[in-house]
């Protein structure tokens, strides 16, 4: 199973703001620089994030990105879930759709297995996901020089 780009760039984003100094105040562009991600997608996360209530977007003069309480107790397997739906991971439903899509044992098989993958991420925090070595790769992140 692989994540899509937005929840990799969601769970990016939440780990650089898991470990934001005290009164730092990371921009959206900012974010989508240290995370060599593109700034329209870094707005979709965030927005998709703010929704969720995992992070706070304030705006204006020392506005900035904050990762909510909420956000920071969150586990990895509940953010997931929001963020990659319930939908099939095969096409069952695709144009055209599966001819076996009323009566596939395939298609609850694989149903099961996304349930125990993200069981298995619900056992993960964010706070945890933080700790040695990664709180020291993301402290390290910088924005990449303008015009580059
Ligand atoms: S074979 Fe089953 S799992 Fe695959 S697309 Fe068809 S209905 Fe879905």
Redesign the pocket.
């Known amino acids: 199973m692989r994540l899509t780009a937005f929840t990799d760039v969601s769970l990016r984003l939440v780990m650089r703001l898991a470990v934001a100094e005290e009164g730092e105040r990371l921009t959206t562009r900012a974010a989508s620089g240290m995370l060599s991600v593109p700034y329209t997608h870094m707005a979709k996360a965030v927005a998709r994030l703010s929704d969720l209530g995992i992070v706070e977007a304030r705006r204006g003069r020392g506005g900035g990105l904050l990762l909510t309480e909420a956000g920071r107790a969150s586990s990895v397997g509940a953010i997931v879930r929001e963020l990659e739906g319930d939908g099939?991971l095969?096409?069952?439903e695709d144009d055209p759709p599966?001819p076996?899509?009323e009566a596939?044992r395939?298609?609850g098989a694989?149903a099961q297995a996304r349930e125990a993958f993200y069981a298995s991420l619900d056992q993960v925090t964010v706070a945890s996901l933080v700790e040695s070595p990664t709180r020291r790769a993301l402290t390290l992140l910088r924005e990449p020089p303008a015009g580059t």
């Open positions: 099939d095969a096409g069952c599966c076996l899509r596939c395939l298609r694989l």
